[in-house]
């Protein structure tokens, strides 16, 4: 009998869920043992990904995959850094490559090659985490990925979120700016959610509302 019809369904069910990836602590808690599990990468069922992490399939594990990957080579608590957060929230458009992937302070997750591994200072960031695979909370995105952006970038970055993708809200960012202790921008991007707030939705708009409606005192415009 081929070895994948010997698996439980448990596992076929957690690798669904986890995009085909699964970790030996899993299998082994599932009951697979280790002469299966042998057999499976043996006959090409199975490919392995790093040490103790498992692609359920022949095929290259999916971007997906390689996030559940380095999240279960990072051990419980870590979860996706401000690159691959931002790309599971649409705000940015590839997937980062390496993955970045964030672990508690004190511990060591050095496998390279796909994944880039930071330790996480307590208190940086929400400790909620959201979504599968798990990954910050769209403000602690936008936050990260602004930190060292310029202002148009940051103008671009804010009115995407807020005003276009309507992904969050102006005071839901401000509650998570209040909460760190760090952040390059505080006083501008305080400014230009004050300005996303009054209805500016692009870059060209906060523009117009700086260099010329306000320096002129024309009517606030409808927007």
Do not use: C
């Not at 669904?16 to 009951?31: F, K, N, P």
């Not at 990260?144 to 103008?155: F, G, K, Y």
């Not at 409606?213 to 606030?220: I, K, T, W």
Request: hydrophobic share 40%; proline share 5%; no cysteine.
């Amino acid at each position: 009998m081929k070895a994948r019809h010997e698996l439980p369904v448990a596992v076929a069910q957690l690798a669904e869920a986890q995009a085909g990836v699964v970790s030996l602590e899993q299998i082994h808690l599932l009951g697979v043992s280790d002469g299966l599990r042998q057999r499976l990468l043996r006959e090409g069922w199975w490919r392995s990904v790093a040490r103790g992490v498992y692609h359920t399939a022949r095929s290259r594990p999916t971007w997906n995959g390689l996030a559940w990957a380095g999240l279960l080579i990072g051990g419980d608590g870590a979860r996706l850094g401000p690159q691959g957060s931002g790309f599971l929230h649409n705000l940015i458009d590839e997937s980062p490559q390496p993955v970045d992937v964030l672990v508690p302070a004190g511990r060591s997750a050095r496998v390279g090659g796909e994944w880039h591994f930071s330790r996480e200072r307590p208190g940086a960031r929400s400790a909620r985490s959201v979504g599968t695979p798990p990954h910050l909370t769209v403000e602690d995105t936008v936050l990260d990925l602004s930190a060292t952006t310029s202002e148009a970038e940051l103008v671009a970055l804010v009115t995407k979120v807020v005003q276009r993708r309507r992904r969050t809200t102006s005071r839901r960012l401000l509650e998570a700016l209040d909460e760190r202790s760090r952040y390059k921008h505080r006083r501008l991007l305080a400014d230009i959610l004050g300005d996303v707030t009054a209805g500016v939705e692009s870059p060209l708009e906060m523009k117009f509302l700086h260099h010329v409606e306000r320096p002129h005192g024309l009517p606030r415009g409808n927007r």
